[in-house]
Protein backbone atom coordinates (compact mmCIF):
# COMPACT_ATOMS: atom_id res chain seq x y z
CA UNK A 1 0.00 0.00 0.00
CA UNK A 2 1.45 4.10 -0.69
CA UNK A 3 2.06 5.64 2.00
CA UNK A 4 0.15 8.94 0.10
CA UNK A 5 -3.26 6.37 0.07
CA UNK A 6 -2.71 5.94 3.83
CA UNK A 7 -2.30 9.20 4.74
CA UNK A 8 -5.58 10.28 2.28
CA UNK A 9 -7.45 7.91 4.17
CA UNK A 10 -6.42 9.07 7.56
CA UNK A 11 -7.35 12.88 6.63
CA UNK A 12 -10.80 11.64 5.37
CA UNK A 13 -11.49 9.47 8.60
CA UNK A 14 -10.31 13.03 10.55
CA UNK A 15 -12.41 15.14 7.88
CA UNK A 16 -15.39 13.10 8.68
CA UNK A 17 -15.32 12.86 12.65
CA UNK A 18 -14.29 16.50 12.31
CA UNK A 19 -17.14 17.30 10.21
CA UNK A 20 -19.75 15.11 12.88
CA UNK A 21 -18.39 17.21 15.81
CA UNK A 22 -19.13 20.47 13.80
CA UNK A 23 -22.48 20.05 12.94
CA UNK A 24 -23.31 18.64 16.61
CA UNK A 25 -21.63 22.14 17.88
CA UNK A 26 -18.58 20.80 18.54
CA UNK A 27 -15.97 23.44 17.02
CA UNK A 28 -12.80 23.23 19.61
CA UNK A 29 -13.47 19.56 19.62
CA UNK A 30 -13.52 19.36 16.26
CA UNK A 31 -10.53 21.30 15.20
CA UNK A 32 -8.49 19.18 17.55
CA UNK A 33 -9.64 16.19 15.38
CA UNK A 34 -8.11 18.41 12.25
CA UNK A 35 -5.09 19.54 13.72
CA UNK A 36 -3.18 20.32 17.18
CA UNK A 37 -3.36 23.63 18.39
CA UNK A 38 -0.14 24.42 17.80
CA UNK A 39 0.26 22.73 14.29
CA UNK A 40 -0.43 23.70 11.08
CA UNK A 41 -1.78 20.91 8.36
CA UNK A 42 0.18 19.90 5.75
CA UNK A 43 -2.57 18.64 3.77
CA UNK A 44 -4.73 21.33 2.00
CA UNK A 45 -8.27 19.75 2.92
CA UNK A 46 -6.97 19.68 6.53
CA UNK A 47 -6.05 23.26 6.39
CA UNK A 48 -9.06 24.02 4.33
CA UNK A 49 -11.55 22.30 6.94
CA UNK A 50 -9.25 24.11 10.31
CA UNK A 51 -9.58 27.46 8.28
CA UNK A 52 -13.09 27.01 8.58
CA UNK A 53 -13.59 25.47 11.67
CA UNK A 54 -11.65 28.71 13.45
CA UNK A 55 -13.84 30.96 11.19
CA UNK A 56 -17.33 29.48 12.66
CA UNK A 57 -15.90 29.49 16.22
CA UNK A 58 -15.22 33.26 16.01
CA UNK A 59 -11.84 33.23 16.17
CA UNK A 60 -11.35 35.81 13.00
CA UNK A 61 -8.04 37.12 13.83
CA UNK A 62 -6.89 33.07 13.98
CA UNK A 63 -8.79 32.50 10.76
CA UNK A 64 -7.68 35.53 8.87
CA UNK A 65 -4.16 33.50 8.95
CA UNK A 66 -5.37 30.49 8.14
CA UNK A 67 -7.10 31.73 5.20
CA UNK A 68 -4.20 33.56 4.21
CA UNK A 69 -1.97 30.19 4.54
CA UNK A 70 -4.49 28.70 2.42
CA UNK A 71 -4.38 31.03 -0.41
CA UNK A 72 -0.59 31.35 -0.21
CA UNK A 73 -0.51 27.31 -0.48
CA UNK A 74 -3.09 28.43 -3.74
CA UNK A 75 -2.89 31.61 -5.34
CA UNK A 76 -6.40 30.82 -7.27
CA UNK A 77 -7.99 29.38 -3.85
CA UNK A 78 -11.72 31.68 -4.32
CA UNK A 79 -13.33 30.74 -0.90
CA UNK A 80 -10.26 32.01 0.65
CA UNK A 81 -10.06 35.06 -1.51
CA UNK A 82 -14.13 35.74 -0.17
CA UNK A 83 -12.92 34.62 3.35
CA UNK A 84 -10.45 36.95 3.56
CA UNK A 85 -12.22 40.31 2.49
CA UNK A 86 -15.15 39.00 4.64
CA UNK A 87 -13.00 38.96 7.78
CA UNK A 88 -10.82 41.82 7.22
CA UNK A 89 -14.34 43.99 6.81
CA UNK A 90 -15.51 42.45 9.64
CA UNK A 91 -12.95 43.21 11.66
CA UNK A 92 -12.88 47.10 10.41
CA UNK A 93 -16.11 47.80 11.44
CA UNK A 94 -16.75 49.77 14.75
CA UNK A 95 -17.25 48.04 18.00
CA UNK A 96 -21.70 49.36 17.56
CA UNK A 97 -21.81 48.31 14.16
CA UNK A 98 -23.60 44.99 15.40
CA UNK A 99 -26.14 47.13 17.26
CA UNK A 100 -27.12 48.51 13.64
CA UNK A 101 -30.18 45.99 12.66
CA UNK A 102 -31.58 46.78 16.43
CA UNK A 103 -31.67 50.32 15.73
CA UNK A 104 -33.41 49.36 12.43
CA UNK A 105 -35.73 47.37 13.76
CA UNK A 106 -37.03 50.12 16.47
CA UNK A 107 -36.81 52.93 14.07
CA UNK A 108 -39.22 50.93 12.07
CA UNK A 109 -41.85 49.89 15.00
CA UNK A 110 -41.35 53.56 15.74
CA UNK A 111 -42.82 55.21 11.95
CA UNK A 112 -45.19 51.86 12.36
CA UNK A 113 -46.82 53.55 15.57
CA UNK A 114 -46.58 56.83 14.29
CA UNK A 115 -48.34 55.91 11.10
CA UNK A 116 -51.30 54.04 13.22
CA UNK A 117 -51.60 57.22 15.63
CA UNK A 118 -52.10 59.51 12.53
CA UNK A 119 -54.28 56.99 11.01
CA UNK A 120 -56.60 56.84 14.11
CA UNK A 121 -56.90 60.81 14.64
CA UNK A 122 -54.43 60.38 17.53
CA UNK A 123 -54.46 58.72 20.53
CA UNK A 124 -57.74 57.07 21.88
CA UNK A 125 -59.07 59.27 24.76
CA UNK A 126 -62.10 58.67 27.09
CA UNK A 127 -64.66 60.33 28.09
CA UNK A 128 -66.04 60.41 31.58
CA UNK A 129 -69.10 58.77 32.30
CA UNK A 130 -70.76 61.86 33.58
CA UNK A 131 -69.76 64.40 30.47
CA UNK A 132 -71.51 63.71 26.82
CA UNK A 133 -69.75 63.68 23.44
CA UNK A 134 -70.78 67.12 22.51
CA UNK A 135 -68.46 69.59 23.42
CA UNK A 136 -69.28 72.27 20.73
CA UNK A 137 -72.65 73.74 20.20
CA UNK A 138 -71.93 73.95 16.52
CA UNK A 139 -71.87 70.01 16.61
CA UNK A 140 -75.90 69.58 17.86
CA UNK A 141 -78.25 69.81 15.12
CA UNK A 142 -80.83 72.71 15.53
CA UNK A 143 -83.50 70.27 15.95
CA UNK A 144 -81.48 69.44 19.19
CA UNK A 145 -80.26 73.29 20.60
CA UNK A 146 -83.00 73.30 23.28
CA UNK A 147 -81.48 74.60 26.99
CA UNK A 148 -82.86 71.17 27.84
CA UNK A 149 -80.80 69.10 25.84
CA UNK A 150 -77.06 70.57 25.78
CA UNK A 151 -74.37 70.20 28.56
CA UNK A 152 -73.50 72.59 31.24
CA UNK A 153 -71.49 75.84 29.63
CA UNK A 154 -72.84 75.21 26.13
CA UNK A 155 -75.38 77.83 25.06
CA UNK A 156 -78.28 76.91 23.49
CA UNK A 157 -78.19 79.71 20.82
CA UNK A 158 -74.88 79.00 19.63
CA UNK A 159 -72.91 81.16 16.73
CA UNK A 160 -75.73 82.00 14.47
CA UNK A 161 -75.79 79.64 10.97
CA UNK A 162 -76.51 81.61 7.63
CA UNK A 163 -79.83 81.11 6.56
CA UNK A 164 -80.78 79.66 2.94
CA UNK A 165 -83.32 81.52 1.17
CA UNK A 166 -84.23 80.94 -1.75
CA UNK A 167 -84.08 83.80 -4.60
CA UNK A 168 -87.47 85.07 -5.51
CA UNK A 169 -87.65 84.58 -10.03
CA UNK A 170 -87.32 87.80 -11.52
CA UNK A 171 -90.48 87.14 -14.59
CA UNK A 172 -88.85 87.01 -17.80
CA UNK A 173 -91.08 89.62 -20.20
CA UNK A 174 -93.08 87.56 -22.75
CA UNK A 175 -92.21 86.67 -26.38
CA UNK A 176 -93.72 87.26 -28.83
CA UNK A 177 -93.36 85.46 -33.01
CA UNK A 178 -93.24 86.78 -35.99
CA UNK A 179 -94.92 84.32 -38.06
CA UNK A 180 -93.61 86.18 -41.37
CA UNK A 181 -90.09 86.41 -40.57
CA UNK A 182 -89.98 83.72 -38.20
CA UNK A 183 -87.93 85.35 -35.55
CA UNK A 184 -88.85 85.84 -32.12
CA UNK A 185 -89.28 89.63 -30.84
CA UNK A 186 -89.87 90.83 -27.50
CA UNK A 187 -92.30 92.90 -26.97
CA UNK A 188 -91.89 96.31 -24.48
Given at each position: MDNTS?????????????????????L?????????ERTIPDDMLALHALAALVTSEGDYLRALKLWELVLQRDPAHAEAKRMIAAIELWIMRPSWYRYLPWLGAAAALLVIAL???????????SLPADKPAITNSSEVSPVQRTPGNLP?????????????QTPTPTPLPP???NLNTGAAKKRR
Amino acid sequence: MDNTSGESISVSLRMSKAMALARAGRLSEAQKVVADERTIPDDMLALHALAALVTSEGDYLRALKLWELVLQRDPAHAEAKRMIAAIELWIMRPSWYRYLPWLGAAAALLVIALVFVVATGGPARSLPADKPAITNSSEVSPVQRTPGNLPAGINAVGPSEPQYQTPTPTPLPPVTFNLNTGAAKKRR
